[in-house]
């Protein structure tokens, strides 16, 4: 095996640039998900090591110091639209301090533009296109690039090379567990999320999701569109695992696209963890049965996060949402009945966006109640159906074609004739102000934070992480 090093690069101060986040940014309150696309690979290649620069708060100086020390064959970056810059820069300093070393760059970005990102980058040795775990494992091997499926590649004359596509994995017990190269690579407590319980971890039961939103990055680029699932038995066997290793543990998150895709499953799953007694919480999508969710919730469901979207039914048959309000609303209901917390989360400026359908989404989010909302802003990543149509109807240009400005803040990229860049990008503090400055919103905070002394400074400090977002936004907007 080649000695070998999994890297999300260090970039903008607070960037979420993990593979778990649908959105590579900043957040409004310091978040950051487990990197797991570059765990998964790392745990098929023995001997690698895994640095996950942003939560760890590890500088270029420090990667290039470890670079020196271990003296890395191979170096793996997981890279995404908004930092592919930045990355790049990261490289071109590990190459300049070890010309002999190998770099490979995977993700959703170099997935749908390997040519293009290659030929952007020229210290970048090959990429990996879609589902890259066994390639990566293959490339460590020292196997023959040009018996490797699934990369583009420069050959030895400087030409780039694009092999065959990588068949997609069928069975997922074939993967190994992440919570090995956690617990190897990463300090638990730098991974914190708003409406999760501290410390978490996170994980995939499985890939790909059936739904068609025309935004959504990893299924149309990366995860398919057909949900792969590991068995029960794999997905409990890791749980305990990572009980074992993490005792402190107070939520275990699931982070595929839409776990409840497959409803047996789901119910099947809750059922052991129930038995393990452990609390957990998921993606959903707003259509879950009554029946189910109290089989869930029974079993240790604490929180769902379901992406609403919008408040305007136009606009979600616009986004091929394949959702209708009233159902969303009774599902919504059957939580608030059963107990179970919902993080909602909303996107503002997307296709058929107008004044009337953002003041229709506010209404409907205060309406709906959920414990916590996510309200971010239309971003039409290469790959997908939103960025085609928007390049098409020229509502994406050249000057706000950037996703995030030089501080990682998500900006508005899209504009249509009757909404300009700015009311669409003023429209997220908007929704929060009316979210959360409700008298009987303010109310439940602060009653939460009256019954947990550790509620209490957590909210404080989520509070003070919040204005100074609200703050960089302004001087965005200036």
């Known amino acids: 095996m080649m000695k070998t090093l999994f890297l999300q690069a260090p970039s903008f101060e607070g960037f979420d640039g993990g593979a778990g986040s649908r959105y590579q940014a900043k957040r409004e309150i310091k978040s950051f998900w487990f990197p ?42 997981h890279t995404s639209t908004p930092s592919f810059a930045s990355d790049v820069k990261v490289a071109e300093a590990m190459k300049q301090a070890n010309p002999k070393l190998k770099i490979g760059f995977i993700g959703a970005k170099v997935a749908v533009e390997a040519e293009k990102s290659l030929a952007a980058a020229p210290v970048v040795d090959f990429v990996a296109r879609n589902e890259f775990d066994f390639t ?9 690039w040009a018996d490797v499926d699934g990369i583009s590649y420069r050959n030895a004359a400087g030409e780039i090379v694009h092999n065959r596509d990588r068949a997609i994995l069928e069975n997922m017990d074939e993967l190994p567990f992440v919570t090995e190269v956690y617990k190897q690579n990463l300090h638990l407590e730098d991974y914190f999320i708003g409406y999760l319980m501290h410390p978490y971890i996170s994980i995939y039961t499985g890939r790909g999701c059936k739904s068609r939103c ?17 068995s029960v038995e794999h997905v409990i066997e890791e749980i305990k695992l990572a009980k074992k290793h993490y005792p402190q543990v107070k939520e275990f998150f699931f982070d595929d696209d839409t ?93 058929g966006e107008t004044k009337e359908t953002i003041e229709e989404t506010i209404r409907y989010a ?16 290469p790959g997908t159906f939103l960025f085609n149509q928007a390049v098409e109807n020229k509502w994406l240009d050249i000057d706000h074609a950037e996703l995030i ?74």
């Open 259 to 351: 776990f409840t895709d497959d409803l047996p499953r789901a119910e099947a799953i809750a059922r052991e963890l129930g038995k393990l007694g452990v609390t957990w919480s998921c993606n959903a999508k707003a259509n879950v049965p009554y029946e189910t969710l109290k089989v869930l919730k029974e079993n240790g469901l604490r929180l769902l996060l379901v992406g609403y979207e919008s408040g305007n039914q136009q606009i979600l048959h616009n986004i091929k949402k394949g959702m209708r309000i009233e159902v969303a609303k009774k599902f919504t209901s059957d939580c608030h009945k059963l107990g179970i917390k919902i993080h909602g989360t909303f996107i503002m400026g997307l296709p």
């Open 214 to 230: 025309t935004f959504c990055l990893w299924p149309q680029t990366v995860g398919g569109h057909r949900y792969r699932t590991r």
């Open 366 to 381: 205060t309406e709906i109640n959920p414990h916590t909302i996510q309200v971010s802003l239309a971003a039409p990543y």
């Open 136 to 144: 990566i494992k293959e490339i460590a091997e020292g196997r023959d």
């Open 405 to 478: 400005d030089e501080h990682g803040v998500q900006m508005a990229p899209l504009h249509y004739p009757h909404l300009s860049h700015q009311e669409i990008f003023d429209a997220v503090e908007t929704m929060y102000r009316r979210f959360y400055f409700r008298r009987s919103k303010i109310l439940s905070i602060l009653n939460e934070m009256i019954r947990s002394p550790q509620m209490l400074v957590r909210r404080l400090r989520e509070g003070v992480e919040f204005f100074q977002f609200l703050r960089e936004r302004h001087q965005v907007a200036g």
């Open 36 to 77: 797991t696309w570059l765990a998964q690979p790392a745990a098929l290649v023995p001997g690698s090591k895994l640095i996950d620069a942003p939560p760890a708060r590890v500088s270029l100086q420090d990667v290039l110091a470890d670079q020196a020390k271990e003296g890395y064959e191979l170096c793996i970056m």
